[in-house]
């Protein structure tokens, strides 16, 4: 099988499962209500805490769709991994994680791929999803878990100079991708080995995000957003957790 075809068979499989839209079930199922009809329309788990006003739900419908991008992240990859890429045995390869060649590195940015535009646009719906942030935690744990520590350090710096958490999102998530670009051989994991590929990954992510921001931006340009004040709420003067859900 040439690879171009394996790759296609890797970007379906991770669209279909990455379009399983999980925060509007959990609204569906708890209100019988559309989230599409609800508040910002986002087929999220921000919005699904403007529906249901609990953030207990919220953070339930977050864990759903940030599994889900896992599993469309992960699985199709793997898989084509042990059928196709492997050349020694299945088992030994799969549990030991030699060096990978640079195709299977980028069937990963394929994968990525896939499932952020199933997240953003599920075909289940037939209409947009959500902005692509579970996506962006997911695609962090399964490429290079040590790049969430970067994250964890950026994502307060940036917010406080951004001040929009969906365009901060953005900012971060094409942050990564440049530190990714230089990170050293020794932090990339076995799986993607290759600083250009996994790169290529998180600038990908970046910019289907951006093509999902226009409501945001135009809010924005009419003052009608909310900014995010992560510092006063650590310093008492709000809730943190109503601050992250903006």
Same mark, same amino acid.
């Given at each position: 099988?040439?690879?171009?075809? %394996?790759?296609? =068979?890797?970007? =379906?499989?991770? +669209?279909?499962?990455?379009?399983?839209?999980?925060?509007?079930?959990?609204?569906?199922?708890?209100?019988?209500?559309?989230?599409?009809?609800?508040?910002?329309?986002?087929?999220?788990?921000?919005?699904?805490?403007?529906?249901? *006003?609990?953030?207990?739900?919220?953070?339930?419908?977050?864990?759903?769709? %940030?599994?889900?991008?896992?599993?469309?992240?992960?699985?199709?990859?793997?898989?084509?991994?042990?059928?196709?890429?492997?050349?020694?045995?299945?088992?030994?390869?799969?549990?030991?994680?030699?060096?990978?060649?640079?195709?299977? &590195? !980028?069937?990963?940015?394929?994968?990525?791929?896939?499932?952020?535009?199933?997240?953003?646009?599920?075909?289940?719906?037939?209409?947009?999803?959500?902005?692509?942030?579970?996506?962006?935690?997911?695609?962090?744990?399964?490429?290079?878990?040590?790049?969430?520590?970067?994250?964890?350090?950026?994502?307060?710096? &940036?917010?406080? !100079?951004?001040? +929009?958490?969906?365009?901060?999102?953005? %900012?971060?998530?094409?942050?990564?991708?440049?530190?990714? =670009?230089?990170?050293?051989?020794?932090?990339?994991?076995?799986?993607?080995?290759?600083?250009?590929?996994?790169?290529?990954?998180?600038?990908?992510?970046?910019?289907?995000?951006?093509?999902?921001?226009?409501?945001?931006?135009?809010?924005? *340009?009419?003052?009608?957003? *909310?900014?995010?004040?992560?510092?006063?709420?650590?310093?008492?003067?709000?809730?943190?957790?109503?601050?992250?859900?903006?």
């Amino acid at each position: 099988m040439h690879v171009a075809i %394996v790759y296609l =068979l890797i970007f =379906l499989g991770s +669209y279909l499962v990455g379009s399983i839209p999980f925060s509007w079930i959990v609204v569906k199922l708890k209100l019988g209500e559309d989230l599409r009809q609800i508040g910002s329309g986002n087929v999220g788990g921000r919005n699904v805490y403007r529906a249901t *006003k609990s953030k207990s739900w919220a953070l339930f419908a977050g864990f759903l769709d %940030v599994t889900r991008s896992v599993a469309a992240f992960a699985i199709p990859y793997i898989l084509t991994k042990i059928f196709y890429f492997s050349t020694n045995d299945v088992l030994v390869e799969f549990f030991i994680w030699p060096e990978f060649g640079i195709l299977t &590195c !980028f069937s990963l940015v394929i994968a990525g791929f896939g499932a952020i535009l199933g997240h953003n646009w599920p075909i289940y719906l037939l209409s947009h999803g959500g902005r692509g942030i579970t996506v962006v935690i997911a695609t962090t744990l399964v490429s290079n878990p040590i790049l969430l520590a970067f994250w964890a350090i950026l994502w307060p710096i &940036c917010i406080s !100079f951004v001040g +929009y958490s969906s365009i901060n999102y953005i %900012v971060v998530t094409l942050l990564v991708g440049v530190i990714a =670009l230089f990170l050293p051989q020794s932090m990339l994991m076995p799986w993607a080995s290759y600083n250009l590929g996994l790169a290529v990954l998180f600038f990908l992510v970046a910019i289907v995000m951006i093509s999902r921001q226009r409501d945001n931006i135009r809010k924005m *340009k009419a003052g009608e957003a *909310k900014r995010m004040r992560i510092f006063k709420a650590l310093k008492g003067k709000g809730k943190l957790g109503d601050e992250i859900l903006k």
